[in-house]
């Protein structure tokens, strides 16, 4: 009888590590798209599970991207939803994917990325001590802003464009991903 008790309470206590180890490995996971995005996965193997990025993801393949956002980083990525890439002119995503537009494709999907691990609250800050807001080069060369509006953090491109980060800080193995309402362009 010692021993079934034994037993059972051994079992609720497992039970419980069970429950408590599942809760804080879920506590680093974000769902975006519908999918769990794991910070022990990188960028791209991430992304592809996420139904609301079909879009940037073809596009970052149809870019030759895939290797370099797979790569070591880090990288800050903001990453447009389906909807986003919709939002643009008819047309112009099927215009970027052809073979002859490539670099213009690279050219634009290269500035949704930052060099470097940026966190929501290093945006936070950055646009505090800029007074409001503050810039950061995207790896295509060109700037960005960061600014914040009540609880939002909102990017503004070159073109005056301004894409609202809905979903924070999804960590990844290689840096961190940000989505975002609206595809930001370069002028160039």
Known sequence: MKNLRFLTVLSMFLLMGTIVVGQNGMANTKMVGGAEMYPSKNIV????????HTTLVAAVKAAELVDILASEGPFTVFAPTNAAFDALPAGTVDTLLKKENQKKLQSVLTY???AGNYKASDFVKAIEKGNGNARFTTVNGAKIWAMAEGESIKLKDEAGNIAKVTIADVNQSNGVIHVIDTVVLPSK
């Not at 193997?45 to 609301?52: H, I, L």
């Open 112 to 114: 949704h990325v930052i």
């Open 45 to 52: 193997e991430n992304a592809v599970n996420s139904k609301d």
